[in-house]
């Protein structure tokens, strides 16, 4: 429901929307992760390699490349962009070996913002022109060890949200959130 309910959205501001026409193809929000330069995708339970394909297809102004997700729901479960040119990642052993992934797949080399808690790495990252870099992040109640790493980014505004409820049924703040700049 949620396709069909996003589709009605984004068709009523007349934003372009591509379709995946190929039934045996899976691309979940979740595995994408666009860092402004390419696209890595998760190959996880909800993204499998044609949904891959068919985003490369679609952008093919960017690289796409595929990152094995294992004992995670998705890829954004511990990842995500915190800055224009920093990647938020996790510290389990699953998170730190899809960083080494994407940085042998990358011909960029990206900083690195590690936080104790896998689920704290998903944050969302955004440039608005009145208030600069603005970080949405998982609050310090919730994770206390990797709020104190966000603390440190001196230029970002920091925003904390507690979203404990929503972790309950799988919910992330980049799965709970769609960005138009309009």
């Not at 696209?39 to 796409?64: C, H, M, P, W």
């Not at 899809?98 to 936080?115: C, F, G, N």
């Not at 920091?158 to 709970?176: A, R, Y």
């Amino acid at each position: 429901k949620q396709v069909e309910a996003m589709k009605r959205v984004l068709g009523s501001l007349n934003l372009n929307i591509v379709e995946m026409v190929d039934e045996n193809a899976t691309l979940d929000g979740g595995d994408v992760l666009f860092t402004g330069r390419e696209f890595f995708v998760g190959l996880s339970r909800r993204t499998n390699q044609r949904g891959a394909e068919i985003l490369a297809d679609t952008f093919k102004d960017y690289a796409v490349s595929t990152v094995p997700v294992h004992d995670s729901l998705h890829l954004k479960s511990f990842c995500s962009m915190a800055g224009p040119n920093l990647i938020a990642i996790g510290s389990s052993e699953a998170a730190q070996k899809a960083l080494k992934t994407m940085q042998q797949m990358s011909d960029h080399r990206y900083d690195k913002l590690t936080v104790p808690d896998d689920a704290a790495a998903n944050c969302i990252y955004l440039n608005i022109p009145s208030k600069g870099h603005v970080l949405l992040h998982r609050a310090p109640e919730e994770y206390p060890e990797s709020a104190k790493v966000f603390e440190k980014l001196k230029d970002h505004m920091l925003i904390p949200i507690s979203i404990t409820e929503l972790e309950k049924v799988d919910g992330s703040l980049t799965c709970c959130s769609v960005f138009i700049n309009k």
